[in-house]
């Protein structure tokens, strides 16, 4: 079992971690770690860019990775806290954007600007405790290489969003997406797909 294992399973420990990472009533990683743990455990390929005044809210406990020229730009939250954030070569993440691992993306994806992208969800079934202090969850966000997401879409916790699909921007997308389609709406729905007979993008219709 590696350390990290061993204090993830042990609740006091892992308290006792916490604190020395993570200042009280914070989510963000203490100076000491910022400078002394995340450069020897995340890795940033050659090329890639982050703006100096992005927030980078990572911590040593998961990974953090940007591929090969990627972008993430101005004002953008990266946060690694409940799961890793995996960003491919040449991907764009834009303005505003926020993004909550566990999340992998692909290679050239685009993000606009003000997109969410989270995998925590907060407990809430306990009426007697805010959903503030429930314990959260975390589902898997898997987006693949060439999507384009527009601006001030959402895209929640366990969604799929297959190679060169297009969201809508707007969008609040719940479900997996296809590979080659088009969503739109809240909760997004397709609206196109690739015909790979004919070569072309056929409307759908309903």
């Known amino acids: 079992m ?16 916490l604190a ?3 200042p009280t009533n914070d989510n ?16 940033k390929e050659k090329g890639s860019i982050v703006r100096h005044n992005a927030r980078i809210d990572v911590f040593p406990f998961n990974n953090f990775y940007v591929g090969k020229r990627a972008v993430i730009e101005s004002f953008a939250t990266i946060n690694n ?3 890793d954030v995996i960003i491919g070569e040449k991907t764009i993440i834009g303005i505003g954007s926020v993004v909550i691992g566990p999340v992998t993306i692909g290679s050239n994806v685009m993000l606009a600007q003000n997109i969410v992208i989270s995998g925590l969800n ?10 503030a202090y429930q314990k959260v969850s975390a589902k898997p966000i898997n987006i693949a290489d060439d999507v384009w997401i527009g601006a001030n879409s959402v895209i929640t916790a366990g969604v799929n969003l297959g190679k060169h699909s297009i969201v809508g921007a707007g969008s609040v997308v719940t479900k997996d997406v ?7 709406g809240n909760p997004a729905r397709v609206i ?12 759908i219709s309903y």
């Open 2 to 17: 590696s350390i990290i294992s061993k204090i993830k399973s042990n609740p006091k420990l892992k308290n006792m971690v």
């Open 20 to 22: 020395m990472l993570i």
């Open 28 to 43: 963000r990683p203490r100076l000491w770690v910022k400078l002394l743990l995340n450069p020897f455990k995340h890795k």
């Open 81 to 83: 806290g409940v799961g």
């Open 122 to 131: 907060h407990g809430y079934e306990d009426i007697n405790v805010s959903p």
């Open 178 to 184: 296809p590979p080659f389609s088009v969503v739109v």
């Open 192 to 203: 196109k797909k690739y015909n790979e007979a004919t070569f072309c993008w056929e409307r």
